[in-house]
């Protein structure tokens, strides 16, 4: 046995590490080396993140098969605090994105909330700015918009009521996934403005087709003042529908009724009914308006 120990070290020991990668791309481009691809995908897949960032020290394939999918389950945050903090009373700095592999950036997520305690007092320009993101955030996203694999926004006390412009602006070629979740919606006058921008903002936006669009999500929670946002998520999710042709699954909790006839290929939708209520409204489900909704696609998707 001690025979063998030493036999297999001197192996290791006369190994020429100078050649162990051009040997494993070797291995993986031989027609025989395809089961070990195969084999190291399934187990790269397995992994978690911690997992696999320590094997990417010792894999001498990492760049070929391990780094897709630490890509895929790791994430990278940029974060902020509003430049001016209502509440406190101060300003703070906002940090710019920091330079990265904008290829790596399939997956964004775009959290819009307010540091305001209970109703949001923010200044309408504040609000459509997007004042919690990044300065340079808008430079930065047409820069890699068209690698986008999977865009989610939540919104928290505020809604950006132009958010949707981006749509017409930009193809998302690869979009295959869009999740809209909108926490609840603060009014005033004030926010609102004149008849001619509530107009605007409740029309239906003019987006570019959204070919690849599998999935789309819209999310509201229940409560008081969440009438306010179906009255903005509605046109925005119509318009989406409407450029989606080959939508395959649509999952809808809200207390509106979109028109699904534009989605042909649609294969499941998923509905919970979100009531919605104030001093003066309330808003709960329309029998009517929801069996409109569905006869469309009735006989022809799963409904849930």
């Known amino acids: 046995m001690q025979a063998g120990n030493d036999q297999t070290a001197t192996q290791l ?24 691809l195969t084999i190291l995908t399934k187990v790269f897949c397995s992994l978690d993140v911690k997992t696999l960032k320590s094997a990417r020290f010792v894999c001498t394939v990492w760049d070929h098969v391990g780094a897709k999918f630490l890509g895929q389950k790791a994430r990278l945050t940029f974060s902020s605090s509003p430049k001016y903090r209502l509440n406190y009373c101060k300003f703070t700095n906002l940090k710019e994105l920091t330079s990265f592999n904008h290829k790596l950036s399939r997956n964004v997520t775009l959290v819009m909330i307010c540091d305001c305690s209970l109703t949001c007092q923010c200044p309408p320009n504040q609000v459509e700015a997007c004042r919690n993101l990044p300065p340079n955030f808008a430079i930065c996203f047409s820069e890699f918009f068209d690698e986008l694999d999977t865009l989610k926004f939540f919104v928290g006390r505020t809604l950006q009521p132009r958010w949707h412009e981006m749509w017409g602006t930009h193809q998302f070629q690869n979009l295959t996934q869009i999740c809209n979740i909108v926490e609840k919606v603060c009014h005033d006058d004030s926010w609102w403005g004149d008849e001619d921008e509530v ?27 969440n009438h306010f946002a179906s009255d903005f998520l509605s046109p925005i999710s119509q318009g989406l ?16 009724y979109p028109d699904l006839t534009p989605c042909r290929k649609l294969d499941e939708i998923k509905f919970t009914n ?12 329309d029998v009517p308006e929801m069996t409109r909704m569905l006869e469309a696609e009735l006989g022809k998707s799963r409904l849930k």
């Not at 903002?201 to 409560?223: D, I, T, W, Y």
């Not at 009531?275 to 409204?281: F, K, L, S």
């Open 13 to 36: 020991n006369n190994l020429d590490l100078t050649n162990m990668e051009y040997l494993a791309m070797k291995t993986l481009t031989n027609p025989l080396g395809s089961n070990l």
């Open 199 to 225: 107009k605007t903002r409740l029309e239906v936006p003019q987006f570019r087709p959204l070919r690849n669009l599998k999935v789309l999500s819209v999310m509201m929670s229940a409560g008081q003042q």
């Open 241 to 256: 529908l409407n450029y989606a042709p080959n939508l395959e699954k649509f999952e809808l909790e809200a207390n509106f």
């Open 274 to 285: 979100q009531d919605a209520r104030c001093d003066e409204y309330s808003r709960k489900l």
